[in-house]
């Protein structure tokens, strides 16, 4: 059995990393996340060399926070592509993937910026292969049009990043009303062809 000292100290440094977790999450969802390290610390109650001995950058600090996320939208994805209507779980999917946007200004430059960890790595190819079946049964039901990708579900992202970003305090529902443009625009009657590639679309 581990020293009563040792055990301590685990206790100890599990329960700052809590306390940072929290805390960030807290200063991400109101001040975004370029908030300033020094402040996470003391909204967290410990010293910055409590912060950086668990969490060496912002990234690694990030990851942490957010990684229940995508586990929300990797298992967002698996139920939309159990939907028997193909087309109701495309637009399941998408939008609560928004609203999850919406709700977090933290999450909300997230989702626009990426994550880089192994473990959001592994989350993001998990939504990926439910959402890659779930379109494709969409195409062969003509609902999706055929020229959609997974890769153009960033502009998705990226509109909707910005309009909640410039909507909050004035519209916070308004993105509804963009995700409604989009929705159409991804629907296949009355589609024509795209221009250009999505984003980290390759020549096959």
Same mark, same amino acid.
């Given at each position: 059995m581990p020293p009563a000292e040792s055990r301590v100290l685990r206790s100890d440094a599990r329960r700052n990393r809590e306390l940072l977790l929290r805390a960030a999450r807290e200063m991400f969802a109101e001040h975004g996340v370029d908030v300033a390290m020094a402040d996470i610390a003391r909204h967290a109650g410990v010293s910055n060399g409590t912060l950086y001995n668990r969490f060496p950058t912002r990234q690694n600090l990030i990851d942490a926070v957010f990684l229940d996320?995508?586990?929300t939208l990797a298992t967002l994805a698996e139920a939309a592509a159990a939907e028997p209507d193909p087309? *109701?779980?495309v637009v399941a999917y998408v939008t609560g993937m928004c609203a999850l946007q919406a709700q977090d200004r933290g999450f909300n430059e997230v989702a626009a910026r990426g994550l880089r960890s192994? &473990? &959001?790595q592994a989350l *993001?190819?998990?939504?990926a292969t439910a959402l890659e079946d779930l379109f494709a049964r969409a195409k062969s039901a003509g609902e999706l049009r055929p020229d959609l990708t997974l890769g153009d579900l960033a502009f998705v992202v990226w509109g909707i990043s910005r309009t909640v970003e410039m909507t909050r305090e004035t519209a916070p529902h308004a993105w509804r009303r963009h995700l &409604?443009?989009?929705l159409d625009g991804?629907?296949?009657a009355g589609a024509r062809p795209l221009p250009d590639r999505a984003p980290g679309a390759h020549d096959s």
């Open positions: 996320r995508l586990e087309w *109701q779980g192994g &473990a &959001a *993001q190819l998990r939504g &409604a443009l989009y991804m629907r296949a």
